[in-house]
């Protein structure tokens, strides 16, 4: 696992690396950093480069912290990790999903790490509500992006985005979530099975706890298959997850 901390000594931001086989030995390399933007980050596991926005001199910043080299170093340009940034481990590219603003419309646009240039993919509908930052995903063996959205209708549906075609292909697709199991989807998409996996939340207003649901999603037709659950608890830490 890789993430940013705080320090519980020195108070100071640093890397941290630790095997989750070997805990709880931690490797830990400073960050010259003052912050960073809570959901920001994203990894390539081909190369072992980790992105995150962050605040250095009180400057926002792209930091790319190189989990073999053991150091880390800023982007030529500060880049923007809109409402999720995901790797296409294809090609090494920054796919990100940008929220609407000011009435403007949502977009995708993709990042290459090495140039530092953004370019736009193609605008988004708008009639996209709400996003869930936890709730967007790469598919790197087809180049197609998976988001979890709420529509001006209420509706939660799941965007397909094929971000090689040309022109770029939208599906947007209804979820099918069971009665009572309805709330913000954390996505993670699996290479080696081609499988999508979600976990959901959803608030009871009766006990005042919050039960978690896992499951399969069909990117096809958006049929939800429930797998396990965890009932009665008191809340979870967002952007989290990791897969």
Request: hydrophobic share 35%; proline share 3%; no cysteine.
């Amino acid at each position: 696992f890789v993430a940013v901390r705080s320090n519980p000594i020195t108070q100071l931001q640093e890397f941290i690396q630790w095997d989750t086989l070997s805990l709880p030995s931690v490797i830990h390399d400073s960050a010259s950093i003052q912050g960073v933007v809570s959901g920001s980050s994203t990894y390539n596991s081909n190369n072992g480069n980790f992105y995150i926005s962050a605040f250095q001199n009180n400057q926002p910043t792209t930091l790319v912290y190189q989990v073999n080299q053991r150091n880390s170093y800023a982007l030529n340009s500060q880049m923007n990790f809109g409402v999720g940034t995901k790797v296409d481990l294809s090609n090494g590219k920054l796919y990100t999903v940008h929220t609407t603003s000011l009435g403007a419309r949502g977009y995708i646009s993709v990042t290459d790490p090495i140039s530092g240039i953004t370019n736009l993919v193609d605008s988004l509908p708008n009639t996209i509500s709400g996003f869930f930052s936890d709730g967007v995903v790469f598919n790197s063996n087809t180049h197609h992006l998976y988001f979890y959205y709420i529509d001006t209708g209420n509706v939660e549906r799941f965007m397909d985005i094929d971000v090689l075609a040309n022109p770029v292909t939208m599906n947007s697709i209804v979820l099918g979530v069971a009665n009572g199991r309805s709330g913000n989807m954390t996505f993670e998409f699996d290479l080696n099975t081609n499988l999508l996996h979600f976990l959901s939340i959803n608030y009871d207003l009766q006990t005042l706890k919050s039960n978690m649901y896992f499951g399969i999603i069909n990117p096809s037709n958006g049929a939800v298959s429930y797998e396990d659950s965890i009932s009665s608890y008191a809340g979870v830490v967002l952007s989290s997850t990791t897969f």
